[in-house]
T-cell receptor, first 113, second 113 residues
Framework: DVKVTQSSRYLVKRTGEKVFLECVQD?????MFWYRQDPGLGLRLIYF???????EKGDIPEGYSVSREKKERFSLILESASTNQTSMYLC????????????FGPGTRLTVT | KNQVEQSPQSLIILEGKNCTLQ??????????LRWYKQDTGRGPVSLTI?????NTKSNGRYTATLDADTKQSSLHITASQLSDSASYIC????????????FGKGTTLSVSS
């Protein structure tokens, strides 16, 4: 079974703090993604990575950065957390193949106060 | 602009009844379409993936159909159960290199006893 794990299910941080969200996948997938999910807006892509040390901006990269030092690990960084970054954050990885399956982690509910 | 529209936004049905969720997309050229189920507070889990050449795909009580000509897909749930209460998300991938997955905003289904 593919496993995508995220470091925390729930996180509470203060405005201005630096926040690290970690994601690990165990299937040797090249592609990894970070999304945020907000009511009424669906999933929105923040950043994705198609290889180690490679990254691409998604639809809403502002206020975020990412790090992919190892193939299995993709980190999302909030340099200075703000209240509008309160959200559910979902990590995903994508398998190879014709109908490529994307597997999601359980999500991290981040609250910035 | 590539878009994925889902309807209805929310739906309430009685346990044991059938229901159909709709997904219309404008993504072109098209590679594949996925339906995910997302329980509250959890990451999405894949139900089906269909390529452009497939018209229907089943996964237990879930049956997805695809009409690539009209760019429409539906997810039919048979004999609903309380555990079917969730959000159902339609996701489309384009064929062009670098096309990210396009997410619909989901349909929230509530099954009541």
């Amino acid at each position: 079974d593919v496993k995508v794990t995220q470091s925390s299910r729930y996180l509470v941080k203060r405005t201005g703090e630096k926040v690290f969200l970690e994601c690990v996948q165990d299937m040797d997938h090249e592609n990894m993604f970070w999304y945020r999910q907000d009511p009424g807006l669906g999933l929105r892509l923040i950043y994705f990575s198609y290889d180690v040390k490679m990254k691409e901006k998604g639809d809403i990269p502002e206020g975020y950065s990412v790090s992919r030092e190892k193939k299995e690990r993709f980190s999302l960084i909030l340099e200075s957390a703000s209240t509008n970054q309160t959200s559910m954050y979902l990590c995903a990885s994508l398998s190879a193949g014709a109908a490529r399956e994307q597997y999601f982690g359980p999500g991290t509910r981040l609250t910035v106060t | 602009k590539n878009q994925v529209e889902q309807s209805p936004q929310s739906l309430i049905i009685l346990e044991g009844k059938n229901c159909t969720l709709q997904c219309n997309y404008t993504v072109s050229p098209f590679s594949n379409l996925r339906w995910y189920k997302q329980d509250t507070g959890r990451g999405p889990v894949s139900l089906t993936i269909m390529t452009f050449s497939e018209n229907t795909k089943s996964n237990g009580r879930y049956t997805a159909t695809l009409d690539a000509d009209t760019k429409q897909s539906s997810l039919h749930i048979t004999a609903s159960q309380l555990s079917d209460s969730a959000s159902y998300i339609c996701v489309v991938r384009g064929l062009q290199a670098g096309t990210a997955l396009i997410f619909g905003k989901g349909t929230t289904l509530s099954v009541s006893s």
